[in-house]
């Protein structure tokens, strides 16, 4: 559970004492928060009856970012209160602690956080085999890549790699009795297909109320837009061209369509993504948020939706990803990338048209053009297997 420090709780119930003195701020505040948290607990909060800690962890961020939007007051910026918390509350267990953190000291905070992570997950299969992971042979190593449950060939990579390093260090260090790194007998993708979660990768549907939650309450309406355009069927293929090259003219917001020129129709638009679409299109700055550090820079001026910091018109492609990523970790899901966002709004779709009688294979076609995606017997087919396992899990 995380809670907010003493000055802080006090800072909050002065903010809360603001919004109970105005009916019309409190009504608003009750009805923005009761869409994701029950009404119960938010009663009992702005009534003062209870503390934040009745929340859990979505709960809460959804919670001080309705506060931080209220007061502008970085105090209450989720991202820097939880984070901080998790900082001061989680301990991750190292096995041979000492030694790993002297490796990790080279790395930056943010490097040495996310690997500290990845050595905890080792842990448990260290203290089973009673040694280090700079002892593991290949088939230790093997069962390490197992238990990971990576679901892109990018994160095993990386994991892969910083194990090889790890290794190294301590062969440098004399610490380990093999003579053999045997990490590097992983490092090419051809083999380590069958270290992946397929069934994860491929099959983590995020329901509309869960992703564009995420989306609105990102820090950013130009990250948060980057999801509910997948969603709703831009397409992350070709380097996220569609998304790169999006501009307010390609924008009915009226209409709630989007006409892109390469596409055949329309693309429709929840009402939701139309305001991200809003936002993001009048948002001037952009807020980078590091730990403590809260970093607002200048958002170019142009008529693309997703635009460049530091002049440049539209977005680099390789930072869509990022901004995903961002928004990941904020909300600690960590399955959520474009291509299973990209998943979660055809199984919308998909369903929306089943329930209103449209045959499957009709159904498949339409969600493949909505989505931009080539009609072929090896696309209709994995739509297919997807589309009858979520309809199996659901009934």
Known sequence: MVKLKKDLNEELDKVLDGINLIDSIKSTMRSDLSKYIQSDKVEQILNKEANIDILDEKELRVFLKKIFNFTRDENFNPAIVIEQEKDNYTQVELYNQRFKEKFLSKYSENTQRVNRVLFGRIAKLEQELGKDLYDFEYEDIEEVLYALRATTHRSLQNSISTIEQYISYAMRQKKTRNKINYATAFDKRTRIDKFLDKDAEENMIFDKAELFEM?????????????????????????????????????????????????????????????????????????????????????????????????????????????????????????????????????????????????????????????????????????????????EKAS
């Not at 501009?247 to 129709?265: A, K, S």
């Not at 807020?287 to 200048?298: A, L, M």
């Not at 002049?311 to 990338?337: H, M, T």
Request: net charge negative; charged share 30%.
């Open 215 to 391: 989306a609105m309450y990102a820090d950013n309406a130009q990250d948060g837009a980057i999801l509910g355009l997948i969603f709703d069927g831009i397409s992350h293929k070709n380097e996220f061209e569609e998304l790169v090259e999006l501009t307010i003219d390609d924008c009915n917001l009226e209409e709630q369509e989007i006409n892109i020129e390469t596409r055949e129709e329309p693309i429709p638009i929840s009402t939701e993504t139309k305001t991200l679409i809003k936002d993001a299109y009048e948002q001037e700055t952009y807020i980078s948020i590091t730990g403590e550090n809260v970093r607002r820079y200048k958002i170019a001026d142009s008529k693309h939706i997703l635009r460049g910091l530091r002049g440049n018109s539209k977005i680099k492609w390789r930072n869509v990803n990022q901004r995903i990523l961002r928004i990941a970790n904020i909300f600690d899901e960590k399955y959520l990338n474009a291509t299973n966002i990209a998943y979660s709004g055809q199984i919308h779709l998909a369903k929306q048209l089943l329930d209103k009688g449209m045959d499957m294979e009709q159904v498949i076609d339409k969600v493949l053009t909505r989505f931009g995606v080539t009609i072929n017997s090896s696309s209709r087919f994995y739509l297919r297997k997807r589309i009858e396992k979520y309809l």
